[in-house]
């Protein structure tokens, strides 16, 4: 049709997908290659149109990404040509919300672009996502904080005419916000202005307003000294969160918005706060009035992590169902290490006892640096053992020696983790008491889960000991899903051995094993048990997590679809076994996917592997497994994670196994019982 207006529109789309994609891309030279799709179509955008509303809205989207590339000069361009369109608009719903977007960017580029503290000359007091780094160009112009000001007062005053009260709201935020960052002598106007937008976002009920306003609030509040205040605001945009936790994949897109930079932040500086108070209550010695700060601290990072599922998901599909630890499991210990810039804190939760709390003063380098030369060390099997045992003895003692007093009193049998950032990437398995010279594994069960929220507790001796067994042996020769993978000669002696104890129901392998044929039997039979022994990955990216069947890889939406396809009243899947998964290269969140199929396939419990092991002691493990669940079947002793510790045992004792390359990758996620 020649139209330039339609095709300048398309380009728009163009870009925006195009930086959707690599804010989602693990591998730099795709993620880069992405941004600059993104570029170069807002560039074809502002060639081809001449509509100046969407000229404008290529060029802020282009602003919004030099920030994130931390392009500062170009950036600095852009601001400058923008400045006098935006600031002469004529009232309009779409010019208000172009000018707020515009304001959040100025925000950015002024307090860091060109590794400016700020424009008052104190320190910010709160980062702005960004690192600082100095910009090439020692002359750049960056907006004034009377520039910024004004722009703001101009959008409030056009949303009041146009009565968009989401719009005043916001431009009266971001008003606090720029007062707040410009220093401790602008603090009560940055109180000012934000009160006045959460009167605004209340009276108007619109919660996801409300939980950022609260938020800065509390930073405000935090800044000034007064904490148990800056916890009261905190909890309220906590509050606010969880009332809109299934609509977060869907906040208002017309202001920028990301996950890790506008939710993520929320819960951990709540948790920080919360922590901090308590350790204060308890040296003034209060220390049962810390326990509430402590409880509310386990119940914000268990939130933290299902409001992680759920962006991982994109959609809203993790709910919650809380549950008290000494209804759950009288035997076990849920530990909850969290990780903050300048310290690692242990949270205690034991059954009919308060939450405790230990702190270590680690830098966060050295903790950095020990879990990814104990990440190393495992994945290879020729690594020298011997020479890495320092590492895994410090681990230990940074995690569990402090906790060793009260988990000796309990007499728990079981650890559950509900772990924190780059500990996702290692066993606990691994970590090593250097006064017994034993590993976690050989003095506990061990488990883990995103959280109590998430358990839907059943033991393994009640379930019917039925499986469903499928899985791949062989790879199809020039078959795009099944490149890069190598056979797994094992799975058949594997498959052979749930035969054998008489759990496997039905079989399927190689050929047999299609998403088809799985839809198929899942609907037609119940089974508490799926064994999938095949090629799996993990990644942060839910599209990326996927499991290889022989017609195609099946993600983790697919998955979940597959095996929750049961007729109404079927109990859910007692236990889903993944036999030989791996994280993605590179990604250091990828164990967010093996927590997404967990939830996804809707299984009490998961068992998987954090990296590709030997298929021949894989096979042994799961026979060793298997003959556990039996057991504790037929005796009614025992449980999911004993049989998995007695499995992983029976490898550590066997010299050939012995290395902790074939013993530790097997973890438990979900209901450990």
């Not at 993520?264 to 003034?284: F, G, H, I, M, N």
């Not at 380098?365 to 011997?386: D, F, G, H, M, R």
């Not at 970590?431 to 109590?452: Q, V």
């Not at 799975?491 to 998403?515: D, H, M, P, R, Y």
Request: glycine share 4%.
């Amino acid at each position: 049709m020649n139209s330039s207006a339609e095709v300048a529109a398309t380009h728009l789309s163009i870009g925006n997908t195009a930086q959707t994609l690599s804010e989602t891309e693990r591998v730099r030279r795709k993620r880069e290659s992405n941004q600059e799709k993104a570029l170069t179509a807002y560039d074809e955008v502002i060639r081809l149109t001449s509509s100046s509303t969407l000229r404008q809205q290529a060029q802020l989207n282009q602003l919004t990404l030099l920030l994130k590339l931390q392009d500062f000069d170009r950036a600095a361009q852009l601001w400058r040509s923008l400045f006098p369109q935006l600031t002469t608009l004529t009232p309009s719903h779409t010019g208000v919300y172009q000018q707020l977007n515009f304001a959040q960017s100025l925000i950015k580029l002024a307090f860091v672009g060109a590794g400016l503290s700020d424009m008052s000359g104190n320190k910010p007091i709160i980062q702005l996502n960004l690192p600082i780094q100095k910009s090439g160009n020692a002359k750049i112009q960056l907006p004034t904080f009377e520039q910024i000001e004004q722009l703001l007062i101009q959008a409030t005053a056009q949303a009041t005419t146009l009565g968009d009260k989401r719009a005043q709201a916001y431009a009266l935020g971001y008003r606090g916000e720029l007062h707040e960052l410009a220093g401790k002598q602008n603090l009560s106007l940055a109180e000012q202005y934000t009160r006045q937008a959460l009167s605004i976002a209340t009276n108007f009920e619109t919660p996801d307003i409300a939980y950022q306003m609260f938020w800065q609030l509390g930073r405000i509040h935090r800044a000034n000294g007064n904490i148990p205040e800056a916890i009261a605001a905190y909890t309220k945009a906590y509050d606010a969160l969880q009332s809109i936790r299934s609509d977060l994949v869907a906040i208002n897109p017309e202001v920028q918005f990301s996950f890790r930079e506008s939710v993520e932040p929320v819960y951990r500086q709540l948790v920080e706060l919360d922590l901090e108070y308590a350790s204060s209550l308890e040296k003034t010695g209060k220390p049962k009035d810390g326990t509430k700060y402590l409880t509310q601290a386990r119940n914000a990072i268990e939130s933290l992590q299902l409001a992680e599922l759920n962006n991982f998901f994109r959609e809203a599909c993790v709910e919650a169902n809380p549950q008290q630890i000494d209804r759950i499991d009288p035997k076990a210990a849920v530990i909850y290490p969290i990780i903050f810039p300048d310290r690692l804190e242990v949270l205690l939760s034991l059954p009919n006892r308060d939450p405790s709390l230990h702190t270590q003063k680690i830098p966060p380098a050295q903790l950095a640096n020990t879990i990814e030369s104990v990440q190393q060390s495992l994945i290879e099997p020729q690594s020298v053992v011997q020479e890495f045992l320092p590492q895994y003895q410090q681990l230990y003692d940074w995690l569990i020696q402090p906790l060793e007093t009260e988990l000796a009193k309990s007499q728990v049998k079981t650890l559950v983790f509900v772990l924190d950032g780059d500990l996702r990437n290692i066993p606990m398995a691994i970590l090593r008491d250097r006064r017994s010279n034993k590993y976690l594994i050989e003095k506990y069960a061990l488990g883990l889960t995103p959280g109590l929220q998430l358990l839907d507790p059943k033991p393994i001796a009640d379930v019917e000991p039925k499986a469903l067994a499928a899985g791949i042996s062989k790879i199809r020769p020039n078959f795009a899903p099944h490149q890069g993978f190598e056979p797994l000669n094992n799975v058949q002696v594997e498959l052979a051995q749930i035969q054998k104890l008489g759990l496997a129901a039905q079989e399927f392998l190689n050929e047999q094993f299609t998403s088809n044929q799985i839809k198929q039997a899942i609907s037609d039979f119940r089974f508490p048990i799926v064994h999938l022994a095949t090629h799996a990955q993990f990644s942060s990216v839910a599209d990326d997590t996927f499991i290889l069947a022989w017609d195609h890889r099946i993600n983790v939406k697919q998955l979940g679809n597959l095996l929750q396809d049961n007729p109404i009243g079927r109990e859910p899947i007692e236990l889903l076994v993944l036999s030989a998964c791996e994280t993605a290269s590179g990604d250091k969140r990828a164990t967010l996917g093996l927590a997404g199929v967990a939830v996804r396939a809707g299984a009490r419990s998961t068992l998987a592997t954090l990296w590709a092991v030997q298929d021949e002691s894989t096979a042994k493990f799961m026979g060793e497994f298997y003959r556990q669940i039996e057991q504790t079947r037929k005796t009614k002793i025992g449980s999911r994670a004993e049989a998995m510790r007695q499995a992983q045992l029976s490898l550590l004792q066997d010299k050939r196994y012995s290395h902790p390359h074939f013993w530790s990758p097997f973890v438990l996620v979900g209901n450990w019982q």
